[in-house]
């Protein structure tokens, strides 16, 4: 039987808490909204001081000035995140977050007059203090759930199931994103660049001239050459399996051999090497059963963007934003 020291640990456990805290916060948004749609739309204002601290940023960030377009998507980001910080502050997110309270308790022991008070006391301490508020650690921590909870509520644009149909649909759109590359069967005789130095490349086209001569094949030329770590046979392998293998030179000219000749010699990082090319596989769009999970997740990584950007249409629409210094286009999007 589990401890609840290990349950609280368990994986099963912070999903299920994970999904309540989701669908908690979901029926609170949805009836925050309903009841507050404001009939005077409240303003959002990107002063001059902060739009040069941005330009600070950009600048302790890239070593360079910020340019225009740097400067606009900042002032963009900025006006986002201040729309998600006062929808955290609407929602009440901000109370009884664990992760707050404890920073809040050890912000406010750096101030506090009396160490041993109880970590409730410095809790209403840093409350009164307004630590809540000014606290960067806290608001961008705010900000980033709010962003996670904007990415997780379903919107018209982008619910949360996905039909077969649908599944299709974006396999045979995106066909590049799933394609099954481009498999090489062939075996290979090796000329170690360590043991025959220079001579290598000479020696190895002695050898193939031979080779093609008496029509030797594969299984005919085991023992020649010298021996390689991977062996000398290699099934079905692709480009990322050939370049980790033998560098991105062999792996190129390998793609373009005729297949049941000895060709040679093709270069790598240990020597060069004859090889006979067995089998080709041509690249393929694989059937949807074999990848309906990394179709899936494609479709809902970008249903979250999808959903970040309806949210923040949706709040920007309660604001009149005004960006002091005219540099930015209050109202784009993000």
């Known amino acids: 039987m589990k401890t609840p020291h290990r349950l609280f640990k368990s994986p099963a456990l912070h999903f299920l808490l994970i999904g309540a805290l989701l669908f908690t916060l979901h029926q609170g948004w949805v009836a925050y909204s309903l ?27 890239t070593g360079l000035r910020a340019t225009p377009a740097q400067t606009q998507a900042a002032i963009q980001k900025a006006i986002d995140d201040e729309i998600l910080y006062r929808q955290v502050l609407a929602l009440h997110l ?10 809040l308790i050890q912000l406010a022991r750096f101030v506090s007059e009396d160490p041993k ?17 000014s606290d960067l650690v806290i608001k961008r921590h705010l900000i980033s759930m ?12 982008a619910p949360s199931r996905v039909s077969k149909e649908e599944l299709q649909d974006y396999l045979e759109q995106h066909p590049q994103s799933f394609m099954k590359p481009l ?8 000329f170690s660049r360590d043991k025959r130095g220079s001579q290598g490349a000479s020696q190895a086209k002695v050898l193939l001239k031979q080779l093609q001569k008496e029509g030797k094949k594969p299984n005919e030329a085991i023992g020649l050459g010298d021996p390689f770590l991977e062996g000398n046979h290699f099934s079905w392998l692709n480009d990322s399996a050939l370049q980790r293998l033998f560098g991105p030179i062999f792996t190129r000219h390998l793609a373009e051999l005729e297949v049941g000749k000895w060709h040679g010699p093709l270069p790598s990082s240990y020597g060069w090497h004859l090889v006979f090319i067995e089998g080709t596989r041509p690249a393929q769009v694989p059937p949807l059963e074999t990848v309906a999970n990394q179709v899936m997740s494609a479709i809902l990584k970008e249903r979250e963007q999808q959903r970040l950007i309806d949210t923040l249409r949706e709040l920007r629409s309660r604001y009149s934003i005004r960006v002091e210094d005219g540099e930015s286009d209050a109202n784009g999007q993000t």
């Open 35 to 61: 009841r507050h749609t404001p009939a005077v739309k409240e303003e959002l204002v990107i002063g001059k001081e902060q739009i040069k601290q941005i330009k600070k940023d950009i600048l302790a960030q």
């Open 94 to 103: 901000d109370r009884n977050n664990p992760s707050i309270r404890h920073r």
């Open 117 to 133: 008070a109880s970590d409730a006391a410095h809790y209403r301490k840093a409350l009164e203090l307004g630590l809540d508020r």
């Open 146 to 157: 709010m962003r996670l909870v904007a990415k997780k509520v379903p919107t018209p644009q």
């Open 183 to 190: 498999q090489v069967k062939f075996t290979q005789i090796y």
